[in-house]
């Protein structure tokens, strides 16, 4: 199968391009990436020079060149991991969210119509749903996006809808809960914490550190889309989930614990706005289908954090430069 991955040099799509070429050595996979501050080619150095892989440098929200790459190397299915992610850069500056997240989802939805792609699978989010205190967001909850990024990625996910009701085209879009592991950028809390620790530096906590989150190792991920891709049913939505909630206090004291750090190193600081309390999924709908997430928490956050400590020459100049700026500007330093 020929496979367009988008996004594919970030944090999830560059670990998913690895698990495919792995398990399917017959597949080729053409990697659209816009190399954005999030974008890293370091992510895939190790399979840089496999004859079953490609990388173009491209952006989504340009229709010739989603049009071209499909046309070009006979594309069959397309994975959409391609996005601006990080819900803090969404407040301080949505242009960006919007061009990729809405207008690159749009222009490849029309590339799947115009080259009748076998597949689609849009890699969504659960923020979509907005925050819950209680329960689980089914497949059915509305849509109660709370910060531009989830706004951005719920408009792509109504898109499609609109796509597979009018023109009958081949989605499947997926919600997940939020991903960990290697090769995440460290604006993130786990990367962010890790890495201020293993730097010496305090660690920002937003509010009182009790909204929780549903925690998913990305290798996981990556099982759960390939599972979709062979096994999803087109036209379905998925919701990914583990069932495995922290409140960011526990992911912070966890983290503290496996580096030997004192709590002094926490920094309460004040809220991110419009913070989301909850987020919580109900993945039963794929659970039924035959998917299980394969890794413990407590062993693969152990393992996370030992990922970080060995491969500082990965993360540290991505500390040093546009990233500190940003988070200056965002605290006011
Ligand atoms: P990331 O921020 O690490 O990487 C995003 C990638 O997309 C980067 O390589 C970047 O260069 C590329 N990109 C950005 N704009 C582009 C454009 N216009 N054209 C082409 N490439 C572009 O992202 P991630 O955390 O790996 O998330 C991947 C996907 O999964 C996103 O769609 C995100 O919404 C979704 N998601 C993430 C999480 C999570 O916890 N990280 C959870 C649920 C869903
Ligand atoms: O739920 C899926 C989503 O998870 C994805 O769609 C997003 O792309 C991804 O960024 C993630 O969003 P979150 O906002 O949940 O992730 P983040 O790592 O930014 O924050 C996790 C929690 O930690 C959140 O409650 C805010 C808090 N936090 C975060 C940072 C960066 C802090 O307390 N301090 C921090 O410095």
Redesign the pocket.
């Known amino acids: 199968m020929n496979l367009l991955v988008t996004g594919g040099a970030g944090f999830a799509g560059s670990n998913f391009i690895r698990h495919i070429l792995k398990k399917y050595p017959n597949y080729t996979i053409v990697n659209l990436d816009k190399l954005t501050y999030a974008g890293n080619l370091d992510n895939l150095r190790d399979i840089e020079g496999n004859s079953n892989y490609k990388f173009i440098k491209g952006d989504i929200a340009d229709k010739r060149i989603v049009f071209k790459v499909c046309r070009n190397f006979r594309i069959e299915a397309v994975i959409n991991y391609a996005a601006e ?4 850069r969404s407040i301080l500056d949505p242009d960006a969210f919007v061009k990729t997240d809405v207008l690159g989802t749009f222009n490849i939805l029309e590339a799947v119509k115009e080259f009748k792609l076998k597949k689609f699978v849009q890699i969504s ?3 979509v749903y907005g925050s819950i205190t209680k329960g689980k967001f089914t497949e059915e909850s509305p849509f109660l996006p709370n910060s531009p ?1 989830s706004a951005s ?1 719920a408009s792509a996910d109504l898109l499609c809808r609109a796509y597979l009701k009018t023109y009958n085209l081949p989605i499947i879009v997926t919600h ?3 991903f960990y592991g290697p090769y995440q950028y460290p ?4 990367p ?1 914490f890790i890495t201020n620790l293993l730097e010496g530096k305090k660690v ?3 509010g009182d ?1 009790k ?1 929780v ?1 549903e925690w998913i190792y990305v290798l996981d991920h990556c099982w759960a889309i390939d599972f979709l891709l062979h096994k999803g049913a087109l036209g379905e939505v998925y919701n990914i989930g583990t069932g495995t909630e922290k409140k ?1 206090l526990e992911i912070t004291e966890i983290i503290l614990k496996s580096l030997n750090k004192d709590k002094k190193m926490v920094e309460h600081i004040v809220d ?1 706005p419009g ?2 309390l909850r ?1 919580a999924v109900d993945w039963t709908k794929l659970k039924k289908m035959g998917w299980n997430p394969e890794y413990d928490f407590d062993r693969a956050i152990r393992e996370t954090v030992r990922w970080y400590q060995q491969n500082e020459w990965w993360w540290k100049k991505l500390k040093s430069g546009a990233y500190l700026e940003y988070y200056k500007k965002q605290y006011r330093l």
Do not use: A, Q, W
């Open positions: 992610t990080h819900v803090d989010t659960d923020e990024y990625k997940s809960c939020n604006e993130k809390l786990m962010l920002p906590l937003y550190g909204n989150r960011n991110r913070h989301d987020y």
